[in-house]
């Protein structure tokens, strides 16, 4: 059994090193042609910030070879043996928790080049060093205090339950649901700062337009993304009674109120369609299928790892093994996702303008300098949105791409 996942993890990762390879290629090759959508400066400095994110993405690839080695070869055995001493559910928190901050103490160097040497490089990364302490102090916090419980909970239904796969899906996903109820009012309480928008008129304006299909939220909010990063975005957040409409200063500064909206109209193609029922749902399934493959996995793959099965060893096993599963589902659900967002583009242009839609996905491109071309096996590994060129291209932008 052993031998099967060690297959999988290999083809995970020549999968994922070809296609960066690939990627960067292709784009090694089409900066050097005629440049398009961005100026010619812009289009090159953004070709080669996609080739230096790939070739960290490598590196870090490469290395995370070297961490699942780790941990099938003795790292598990060595934490289930100084943890056997604990009642389970304390086993597990202690054991599952050292699991995950030991990958985050190793990879942090990888995200630590990304933020603070290559993003800051290319004019995208803005955070201090104070912030980025206060961030993951609050961030670790958070996972400590609530992770460790549901870890705690997880490892009582393992326990409890001969098909414990069905409950823990039930609660896990549950648990997600909350998360995304919550997200924006923890944001706002621990991370950002949101303030309702100053522009009362482009208030006045969204609300018309949320109003116009039938969208109800708890407010329009302004939040300063621009002390972390200058890239533009908007977004809905929570659900239920907590949804609610969120600008990044950066997008309202350098978007006039008909783009905005178009932007706005775009996301709001995602709620008229019923696409965030629909994520949700595959979510949902994908999430269900991943229980049910762990939860009757035999004891054969703890015995090749010289493991004895216990909810700690279970929840390890099921987190190292969930990427290469989501990386090859993730072609089909991204093929969904990018059809939806032609979709919502279709419906951000209808309700605006189509003039108004292209002219904001030119500023979004042009503002966080996102080469707008990539290899075809690359999108169909990684993109949920469709490149930039091809959106516009679907909208009627006439620029020769």
Known sequence: ???????????????????????????????????????????????????????????????????????????????????????????????????????????????????????????????????????????????????????????????????????????????????????????????????????KELETKINNLLSKVGFKSSGVFSVDASKRDSRLNAYFGGLGSTKRVVLFDTLIEKLNHDELLAVLGHELGHFKNGDIIKNIAIMGVVMFVFFAIFGNIGQALFDDMQLTKNPSTLIAVFMIWTPVLSFFLMPVISYISRHNEYNADKFGSDLSSNKNLVSALLKLVNENRSFPFSHPLYIFFYYSHPPLSSRLERLGYKEEL
């Open 1 to 199: 059994m052993l031998n099967i996942f060690i297959v999988a993890y290999v083809l995970y990762t020549a999968v994922s090193l070809w296609t960066a390879l690939k990627q960067i290629e292709f784009v090694k090759l089409r900066k050097t042609l005629q440049p398009s959508i961005l100026n010619e400066k812009d289009f090159e400095k953004a070709g080669d910030y996609t080739i230096a994110s790939q070739k960290t993405a490598i590196y870090a690839t490469i290395f995370d070879m070297f961490v699942f080695v780790f941990w099938i070869s003795f790292g598990l055995v060595w934490l289930d043996n100084i943890t056997a001493d604990f009642q389970s559910w304390q086993k597990a928190i202690l054991f599952v928790d050292g699991f995950i901050i030991f990958n985050w103490i190793i990879s942090l160097p990888f995200s630590l080049y990304s933020t603070f040497i290559l993003d800051k490089k290319y004019g995208f990364s803005n955070i201090t060093v104070e912030l980025y302490l206060k961030d993951t102090i609050k961030s670790s916090v958070l996972f400590l205090v609530f992770g460790s419980l549901v870890i705690g909970i997880m490892a009582w239904i393992i326990d409890s339950f001969d098909l414990w796969w069905i409950y823990g899906f039930v609660f896990i996903f549950g648990v997600i649901i909350l998360i995304n109820m919550l997200y924006p009012i923890i944001r706002d309480k621990m991370f950002d700062k949101f303030e309702t928008l100053k522009d």
